[in-house]
């Protein structure tokens, strides 16, 4: 399951990966994606929390890249990933590469404590 949100106060758009993720859950969810993006000024910040996934197709890696290629496309500025197990990456350094051209700043966190404070929510 993917769960999309996003708070145009804090300038945040938030994904949290949980459980088993595939393909047509992300291609499910491209509409409320485009829907949490609409609000937002470019300079926004990402957060995904990837701290209860327990596994993603990699044929996901499509769908992902699309949602990437999207989110640059609107300016990200920051991008702040939760991967408290290092072999849940899912590939995301190298979609990275290739589907953010305007390459935003990428912060990878052990937990979501970590990733609200390099966000600056609460300061």
Known sequence: MVLITSNQHQ???????VQRVTPQELESGWDGLVAALAGL????QVLADLSQLEFMDPECANEL???MDLID??????IVRVIP???KDIGLSILTI???????RVITCNNLAEAIQQLALWT
């Open 11 to 17: 300038r945040l758009l938030y994904f949290n990966y």
């Open 41 to 44: 000024p470019p300079g926004f």
């Open 65 to 67: 890249g699309r949602a």
């Open 73 to 78: 496309q609107r300016g990200v500025g920051l």
């Open 85 to 87: 197990d290092p072999s």
């Open 98 to 104: 290739f589907h953010y051209p305007r390459q935003p």
